[in-house]
């Protein structure tokens, strides 16, 4: 099946940090990847998304390199602010499955000033 | 930027009563979605809808959930007899007809006492 392993947490970092959360999927076939971020008391954004291998996702100075010879989609950003606290999650879809997308478990990450 | 709206935000009701949970996809968007998160575990799929029809469902989605669209602009899920563990974060979503990415709303904390 389809499925999603997600970086536990939770993560604290310091203001100016770097942030690097590990991803790796397993799909039957070629999925579309995607980090979702959810700010505390709001729903799920999209953060960025990759379609195919080698696409690199970014948006918000965060970043993702699909990576099919690794199957994974890490996400890093080079200096972390206060405002990127939030809980991370890795996502995939992929056109066999209807699109439906299948989660990682999320990664809490805290960043202190 | 469109939105998906979802209301309630929060939503307390007694086990054994029947809920309605409401979501306003994008306008122009297609394909609509409901996924749960109970507290602490993943983000399921629960079922994906289309052409006012149910496209795909999970084990989850049983014989105690029903979804609808009613009009040109709502699309609700309801529970006909609500237990302890249906309480969880509901998020509705929905896509263009690329079906990539889906646009989550804020979700609806159901609180099943």
């Known amino acids: 099946g389809n499925s999603v392993t997600q970086m536990e947490g939770p993560v604290t970092l310091s203001e100016e940090a770097f942030l690097t959360i590990n991803c790796t999927y397993t799909a039957t076939g070629y999925p579309s990847l995607f980090w979702y971020v959810q700010y505390p008391g709001e729903g799920l954004q999209l953060l960025l998304k990759a379609t195919k291998a080698d696409d690199k996702g970014s948006n918000k100075g965060f970043e993702a390199t699909y990576r099919k010879e690794t199957t994974s989609f890490h996400l890093e950003k080079g200096s972390v602010q206060v405002s990127d606290s939030a809980v991370y999650f890795c996502a995939l879809s992929i056109r066999s499955n209807d699109y439906k997308l299948s989660f990682g478990a999320g990664t809490t990450v805290t960043v202190r000033a | 930027e469109p939105e998906v709206t979802q209301t309630p935000s929060h939503q307390v009701t007694q086990m054994g009563q029947e809920v309605i949970l409401r979501c306003v996809p994008i306008?122009?968007?297609?394909?609509f979605y409901w996924y749960r998160q109970i507290l602490g575990q993943k983000v399921e799929f629960l079922v994906s809808f289309y052409n006012n029809e149910i496209s795909e469902k999970s084990e989850i989605f049983d014989d105690q959930f029903s979804v609808e669209r009613p009009d040109g602009s709502n699309f609700t899920l309801k529970i006909r007899s609500t237990k302890l563990e249906d309480s969880a974060m509901y998020f509705c979503a929905s896509s263009a007809r690329t079906r990539i990415p889906q646009h989550f709303g804020d979700g609806t904390r159901l609180s099943i006492l």
């Open positions: 306008s122009n968007h297609l394909y």
